[in-house]
């Protein structure tokens, strides 16, 4: 340990002890009863008719383990902070077209998505609640939050009046408001804000302009539901002004990195006399497979952040910590043309005050001394907590294999025979809402194939694609970067691939395509062209369309994974193929992370939940597994590879970043 960080914990340890006489953040805005909650009308916030800045910290609920969302917490209210703040994700509150789960709904996400536990263990751990409610996120989030169902209409204008899309709105929040609206401040509860959408002024362009409209029909749903706290809205006044704000009935907030204090002097130009708050300070950025690690120095973040709190404002760190992508969860954005998609890795780190494990970083102890510098209520505080240990468990060797040709023999969960090939969206499964993420097979069987047959695939894939004959991949490896040029991935349009050399008759011939991550943010246009799979054109073989497919989704979902059949000793290691392995634990299970240095690209899943995506061209190198996702016993870690696997699986205390 560090000897700044050794002196900071003593610090922290001394003022806990000087200040164990002083109110709790409840007891302090609390006492004497609740009259009033966050209020906006005047040059600085009140609530509850007591003056506060509001220093929150931005937690998604979605990203940490549920058994962690206490220890996360803590501490954030340990540095000082007095709120927390977390988006509400659509697409996994209504995961399949009116079927809703908000914990014991029995979809993959459940155990995350109990939001009273998230809003009661807030207010246990002494903390306000700021709920960034949508129905857009961004958050990088695979498609900015929004389910994927509401693709399959034939004509839906996302983030607008559009009679379509708002119907879908208006019953998702006539669902959610009312659970959310008990937990209000005013009626005792923790949260004493809502945001209406996300950086909504963002979407104004030559082609769209951000409708008020739309604004004030949300703000009816709220109403209606019995919301009554302040709500905001999120942007950059200084590149949007107020076209993505409500004047007069939201009060308009700013994201920014950087220059707080022309963003400031715009807010006051738009707002006189309101009081000026961050709800986006940016302590790190995102990552994209591909691309390098980024961080953000702790000495320009010291800055920024003292700037704010100095002005003075109130500001949400985003994020304090930012956790994990799960599974298939990340979001994905449109680069420039030449690059495409870019997608983003699972690891949602953020290079944040709490890393991805929930670890303290120098940025958690700069915050924690700025904010008792700076705000002028002070209450008591809880110490510092420890940090949740690592292991590195022994290596353990992969014991089994399922080959492709198996996997879809035995375990394909559906067979959809379609003419064309058709986007995995489309697909009538999971209650007629169609494949929101994994991988997607294109079989035709019974090929006959002339000499060096060559397959074209129509417009581009979305995103990445393998081709097999008779199981057995034909396509080029992914190796780096500059296979993102190659046949297979979604720069090329109308790639072509020489798929044999000698004639091959009654040949089974697969394409397998993989989901990168839906568009998390950018324009309204962008939405409605963010369908996966096979669905910009046709399949010819030799320039001759090839029509009457067998469809197969491989979504991986817990139940599937954990009772696949036709598993074998391993014979390869060269994929597509899943490969298993056992982690056999003997006392209490403590995090760690799976190091895929070994391995190319593909998912691992551990006791059937989809831990995440690997990528062999980093920056991200290593899986978060945390502690609640093993138990004491036998645990199954099933690795499907794409390409060129390793023959064991070694695990490490921390994660590794390698830049391309």
């Known amino acids: ?40 009308d005047q040059p600085t916030f009140t609530l509850n008719g007591k003056e506060i800045f509001i220093y929150s ?173 302040l709500l905001v809205t999120a942007d950059s006044p200084l590149s949007h002004g107020d076209a993505g704000a409500l004047p007069g009935v939201f009060l308009q907030t700013a994201n920014l990195g950087a220059s707080p204090e022309q963003q400031f002097e715009k807010l006051l130009q738009l707002q006189p006399n309101k009081p000026l708050m961050v709800m986006e300070f940016w302590s790190g950025w995102f990552d994209f497979w591909g691309d390098k690690h980024t961080t953000k120095k702790a000495s320009s973040v010291k800055d920024v952040y003292e700037r704010i709190l100095k002005y003075p404002a109130s500001a949400n760190i985003y994020m304090f910590i930012g956790g994990t992508n799960f599974g298939f969860s990340n979001g994905a954005t449109y680069g420039t043309a030449d690059v495409g998609i870019e997608s983003i890795t699972t690891s949602y780190d953020y290079d944040a005050p709490l890393n991805e494990a929930g670890d303290y970083t120098d940025k958690y102890f700069d915050i924690k001394e700025l904010v008792a510098k700076y705000n002028p209520v002070k209450t008591s505080t809880p110490e510092v907590p420890e940090l949740i240990p690592k292991v590195a468990y022994p290596t353990i060797p992969i014991e089994k294999e399922i080959t492709f040709s198996d996997l879809i023999k035995n375990n394909a969960p559906h067979v959809i025979e379609s003419e064309n090939v058709i986007a995995m969206e489309k697909l009538d499964i999971n209650s007629n809402s169609g494949q929101a993420s994994g991988y997607i097979v294109y079989r035709k069987e019974n090929v006959d194939l002339a000499p060096k047959t060559v397959l074209k695939i129509g417009g581009k894939v979305c995103d990445s694609a393998e081709v097999l004959i008779d199981g057995v991949r034909v396509s080029p490896n992914f190796e780096t970067n500059a296979d993102f040029d190659n046949f297979g991935f979604w720069r090329k349009q109308d790639a072509t691939l020489q798929v044999n050399t000698e004639e091959k008759k009654g040949a089974t011939l697969d394409i397998l395509v993989e989901n990168w991550g839906r568009v998390n943010g950018g324009r309204v246009t962008g939405y409605n062209q963010t369908f996966k799979g096979l669905w910009q054109g046709d399949v010819y073989l030799n320039d001759k369309k090839v029509s009457d497919w067998k469809i197969i989704p491989l979504e991986f979902k817990k139940d599937w994974t954990n009772n696949l059949k036709s598993w074998s000793e391993v014979s390869s290691s060269t994929g597509p193929a899943l490969y298993y392995a056992n982690l056999e634990i003997s006392d209490e299970p403590s995090d760690t992370y799976i190091d895929m240095r070994q391995w190319t690209r593909g998912l691992v899943a551990v006791n059937g939940f989809p831990l995440g995506r690997y990528t062999k061209i980093g920056p991200q190198q290593a899986l978060y597994l945390p502690a609640p996702f093993l138990k004491k016993g036998s645990n199954s870690i099933v690795v499907f590879e794409e390409y060129k696997g390793a023959d064991e699986l070694k695990f490490v205390t921390k994660q590794i970043w390698s830049n391309p």
């Open 1 to 40: 340990m560090c000897l700044y960080f050794t002196i900071l914990l003593l610090i922290s340890s001394f003022n806990l002890f000087a200040s164990e006489d002083l109110p709790t953040n409840y007891e302090y805005f609390t006492s004497g009863g609740i009259s009033s909650g966050l209020s906006a």
């Open 57 to 229: 910290g931005g937690l998604h609920y979605f990203r940490v383990p549920r058994a962690y969302w206490r220890d996360r917490m803590r501490k954030i209210r340990a540095a000082g902070l007095n709120a927390v703040a977390t988006y509400i994700a659509w697409n996994l509150h209504e995961p399949e077209n009116g079927v809703f789960d908000f914990g014991n709904g029995g979809s993959e996400m459940e155990d995350f998505l109990d939001l009273e536990e998230f809003m009661k263990t807030a207010q246990e751990e002494d903390l306000f609640v700021i709920l960034r409610s949508g129905p857009f996120i961004c958050a990088e989030y695979n498609f900015g939050g929004f389910p994927t169902w509401l693709l399959r209409e034939n004509h839906i204008e996302f983030r607008t009046t559009d009679e379509t899309y708002m119907k879908y709105v208006t019953r998702y929040f006539n669902t959610l408001l009312p659970i959310l609206e008990k937990y209000q401040f005013t009626k005792g509860g923790p949260v004493i804000a809502f945001q209406i959408e996300n950086e909504y002024g963002n979407q104004e362009s030559r082609n769209f302009r951000p409708q008020k409209e739309y604004l004030e029909q949300l703000h009816q749903i709220f109403s209606n539901n019995g919301i009554v706290e």
